[in-house]
C-alpha cells in the first residue's frame, strides 16, 4: 500500500491485489476490492499470466460492477499473449459500462510466455520504444500523479 499526493494535494492510497486461480480467491479479491473502493482505494491490480491465473478481465468486470471507484487493471499484461486491438477493445468496453475506471501495465511477457516454454515477446527496448518520453512518466502525467520513483 502507498499513500501519495494527488493534484490537490490530497493523499491517495493505493492497493495493489494479487491472486492466483482458485474460485475461493477469486471471490476473496472480489470481496477486497469492494472493502478497498469503500475505504478510499483508488487501484487494484492483478497479474495476468494466462495459464498460472484465472482471465483477469472477467473478473475486473465483477469489480467495477461491485465497486463506485476503484480503478482496475493488469500488472502488467503484453503484446505476445493479448493482441493489442482486442486489448483495447476490451478496455473500452469497460470504460463504456462502468466509467473511466481501468488502467493498464504494459510488459514483455515474462510469465506468460516461460510457462509455454517460450521468452518474452519484446525486448525491453522494445517497451521503452512504445513510449519514447518513458512508460511511467506518460502514464503518471495521464493519471495527473508524480512519476514513481524508480521507473522510467
Known sequence: MTATPDQSGERVRELGLTRN?????????????????ALGFSHVWTFDSHILWEEPYVIYSQILAETRNIVVGPMVTNPATRDWTVTASTFATLNEMYGNRTICGIGRGDSALRVLGKTPGMSVKQVYELFPKGPAKVAARI???PKPRGCI
Open 21 to 37: 486461480g482458485s474460485v475461493e480467491l477469486r471471490a476473496r479479491v472480489i470481496e477486497l476490492a469492494k472493502r478497498a473502493d
Open 143 to 145: 493519471a495527473g500523479i
